[in-house]
């Protein structure tokens, strides 16, 4: 098996590592590259779907971003242990009508010895806004601050 660095046991540094590195993969909108930071029987609970396995990940991503358009993460190192991070997030998305939303939540991660996750429990809310509310355009930008919580 491959290990995909950083691995645990997870250190401040190491952690915050691992939470961009999931934030550049998520923004790529690229199921398949998503899916391989994932174990191959990874269980996720998204919001009230229960997905499990590589192959389920892809058709949830895939599905996901058909209806989420020009969708935009960030990411927020919350806590973590050796092998477990806690994340908020914010991302925003609009429909095919052109409705924008943003969508907050937070991610409970734990990780095998290889550094792929085997756990992923994400629960989420969202907000509509207008285009003029978005302040997500793109991919992070070096020194940018963290997310606001509003």
Do not use: C
């Amino acid at each position: 098996m491959t290990d995909r660095p950083p691995l645990p046991p997870f250190t401040a540094a190491t952690a915050a590592q691992k939470v961009q590195a999931a934030e550049d993969a998520w923004n790529s909108r690229d199921p398949g590259r998503v899916s391989l930071a994932y174990t191959e029987d990874s269980v996720w609970r998204n919001r009230d779907t229960f997905v499990t396995g590589r192959a389920e990940i892809v058709a949830f991503l895939t599905a996901k971003w058909e209806r989420e358009l020009d969708y935009v993460l960030r990411k927020s190192l919350w806590a973590f242990t050796d092998d477990r991070i806690a994340v908020r997030f914010q991302y925003e998305w609009h429909d095919p009508a052109g409705q924008w939303t943003r969508s907050y939540g937070n991610e409970l991660w734990e990780f095998d010895g290889h550094g792929l996750m085997r756990r992923r429990e994400a629960s989420i809310d969202d907000v509509l806004i207008t285009a003029a509310e978005r302040r997500l355009t793109g991919p992070r930008e070096p020194g940018e601050p963290d997310i606001p919580l509003r």
